[in-house]
C-alpha cells in the first residue's frame, strides 16, 4: 500500500469559518508534509513533520496551524483565511532522512469565498 | 539554502521527437535528486530518484536522468515521446538530513499527435 489519502477532496469555505484538511498514510513513513500549490505553480512546501514533531515550518500565517495526532494522521487547521489561500493542498510522506522519496496524495482543492 | 531551477517552462513537441528537460539546483551538501510527473487531474507520481552511485538513472514509462555533480545538474530525457507524455514535470531536491522536499518551477510537456 503506497497510498497517502486526502479528506476531503474539494472544500469550500467562507473567510469566518473553521476546517481542517485530513491525511493519512499506512506506510510506517516517519516524515509527513503539507504543500500548497497554486494552478501552473510548483508546490511550495508549507510544514514538515518527522516523528511527530513539527521540524520545519517555512514561515506560514498562523492561521494554518498544522497537528499531527499520530504517526499515521496529518491534519492542517484552516481559520480566518482570505481568498488567496485558495489552492490545492498536498500531503505527502516519506521514511525519514536518508534515501527516501515522497509520496503524495491527491490534494484537497480549496475555494476560500 | 537549497534551491532548484528548471529552465525550459514550457516544451511542445510531436510524438516520436526526443525529449530533454533541464534541471539545476544549489546546495553544497549532499543530495537526494527527483523528478516528478503531475498528469492532468492527477497526483504527483515519481518518475526516477538519484541517492547515489551510477549517475544515469532509468525511471517508469522510458524516462532516464543524468547526475552530474560537476554542473549541479540533473536532466531528464525520453528518446522518444508519446500523445500520453503530455504533463506537467517537477525536478526536486532534498536534504536527507532535514527532510525538506524541495520543488523547481516546472515544465508543462505538450506532446502532439
Known amino acids: 500500500d503506497t497510498e497517502v489519502t486526502q479528506t476531503p477532496k474539494h472544500l469550500v469555505m467562507g473567510m469566518t469559518n473553521k476546517k481542517s484538511l485530513k491525511c493519512e498514510q499506512h506506510m510506517g513513513h516517519r516524515a509527513m508534509y503539507w504543500y500548497k500549490q497554486k494552478a501552473k505553480k510548483p508546490p511550495e512546501l508549507m510544514f514538515v513533520y518527522s516523528y511527530e514533531k513539527l521540524s520545519i515550518n517555512e514561515s506560514v500565517p498562523s492561521r494554518f496551524s498544522p497537528e499531527c495526532p499520530n504517526s499515521s494522521l496529518l491534519n492542517l487547521h484552516l481559520h480566518a483565511l482570505q481568498p488567496e489561500d485558495s489552492a490545492l493542498y498536498l500531503c505527502a510522506s516519506s521514511q525519514r532522512q536518508g534515501r527516501t522519496e515522497a509520496f503524495f496524495g491527491q490534494g484537497t482543492r480549496l475555494t476560500v469565498v | 539554502a537549497q534551491s532548484v531551477s528548471q529552465h525550459n517552462h514550457h516544451v511542445i513537441l510531436s510524438e516520436a521527437a526526443s525529449l530533454e528537460l533541464g534541471c539545476n539546483y544549489s546546495?553544497?551538501?549532499?543530495?537526494?535528486l527527483f523528478w516528478y510527473v503531475q498528469y492532468p487531474g492527477q497526483h504527483l507520481q515519481l518518475l526516477l530518484k538519484y541517492f547515489s552511485g551510477d549517475p544515469l538513472v532509468k525511471g517508469i514509462k522510458g524516462f532516464e536522468a543524468e547526475f552530474i555533480k560537476s554542473k549541479f545538474s540533473f536532466n531528464l530525457r525520453k528518446p522518444s515521446v508519446q500523445w500520453s507524455d503530455t504533463a506537467e514535470y517537477f525536478c526536486a531536491v532534498n536534504n536527507p538530513n532535514t527532510d525538506k522536499l524541495i520543488f523547481g518551477t516546472g515544465t508543462r510537456l505538450q506532446v502532439f499527435p
Open positions: 546546495y553544497g551538501g549532499t543530495v537526494n
